[in-house]
């Protein structure tokens, strides 16, 4: 794939989010998008800044977990937004960012995209792609999120071939799900611009204004599941998600709300024992 072109970016984006954006930056290499945006000053309550890179070395996923991406294999783009305000139930804001990453690779005519909860993006019943949101430190107005998103657009075979995580056994990419992906940089404006509309939604809404959007992307509901969180071990059926972007599970003495945890599947051993 080619190196990814910082004009053919900047240009598409339209004039309302682009009025708002104050530096876009494409690296060849940086040990993860995230921790770089974490170490530069903070935009301007209401702007945004972007950086993408054709290879992160170190990029990171939720729980310190690492994201493995080969040099241009995939899309690595990171956003720092500044809010004027520390927003309602801010962790809801991964989930938010979710259902945008989805809506803007429907806009491109990328069909069968769900949301693993809280912050997987998935096609083909495969890991396509992750999102890890942080809050930078030491912001003097408000409070700066960084928004990491990670795709895999064209991934090398041997990639293809490693284990998945618990919840599913396969890794996949947009080559594989639609057979011609979009270019990275139409990828990048179309996520860039969903990200940005996100932001500014969820600053002046809220998550409850993402709810239904969620629900219709949503990969876990009535499937089996368990959690694995700090206090112990829950089994249930995957029941949505609430108003503040809680996780809803039925178990058999009754629903349970989950704030914080890790998913899996039961062995399909399991199921038919």
Known sequence: MNVLDAERIREPITSISGARLDILEVLSEVESTNSYLLEQPSPAPGRFRVVLADHQTAGRGRQDRIWQSPPSSGLCLSMAYTFGRVPDKLPSLTLALGTGVAEALERLGIGGISLKWPNDIIACDGKLGGILTEVQNGASDGVTVIAGIGLNVDLPDSMQLLDGPSWTNKIVDLKECTGNPPSREKLSVAVIESLFEC?????????????????RYDWLKGKQIIVDMPDGRCCGVADGVDYDGALSIRTDENRRRIISGTISLPDERDNHA
Do not use: C, H, L, T
Not at 199 to 215: K, L, N, P
């Open 199 to 215: 932001m500014v939604r969820f600053e002046s809404d809220g998550f409850a204004s993402f709810q239904d959007s969620w629900e």
